[in-house]
Nanobody, 120 residues
Framework: QVQLVESGGGLVQAGGSLRLSCAAS????????MGWFRQAPGKESEFVAA????????YYPSAVKGRFTISRDNAKNTVYLQMNNLKPEDTAIYSC?????????????WGQGTQVTVSS
């Protein structure tokens, strides 16, 4: 069992930055690929970033590539999402998930999410 708790969301102006954290409980954190997903009101969930079990590989869609960086610290059971140059269209609830490599298409565990709001 893995429990995931996100933090770090908030309100930021366009062009600003936020760093999200996802803290995991349980001893199996290092055996999962980890991903970040977001869902805006009225829209479907969208893949944002993923990272391999050892952190050696990362994956991003074109919408965030170059602006977002995913990382993980297996010693701290934590995955991070550094978001730079934020845009109003990045406004959404951001959730982390643990699951199948490489891009967590199968989500075995996921958190409740944290709200990110980007004002123009």
């Amino acid at each position: 069992q893995v429990q995931l708790v996100e933090s770090g969301g908030g309100l930021v102006q366009a062009g600003g930055s936020l760093r999200l954290s996802c803290a995991a409980s349980g001893r199996d954190f290092g055996t999962y690929a980890m991903g970040w997903f977001r869902q805006a009101p009225g829209k479907e969930s969208e893949f944002v970033a993923a990272i391999s079990k050892n952190g050696g590989s990362t994956y991003y869609p074109s919408a965030v590539k170059g602006r977002f960086t995913i990382s993980r610290d297996n010693a701290k059971n934590t995955v991070y999402l550094q978001m730079n140059n934020l845009k109003p269209e990045d406004t959404a609830i951001y959730s982390c998930a643990a699951g199948s490599p490489p891009v967590v298409a199968r989500k075995d565990y996921w958190g409740q999410g944290t709200q990110v709001t980007v004002s123009s």
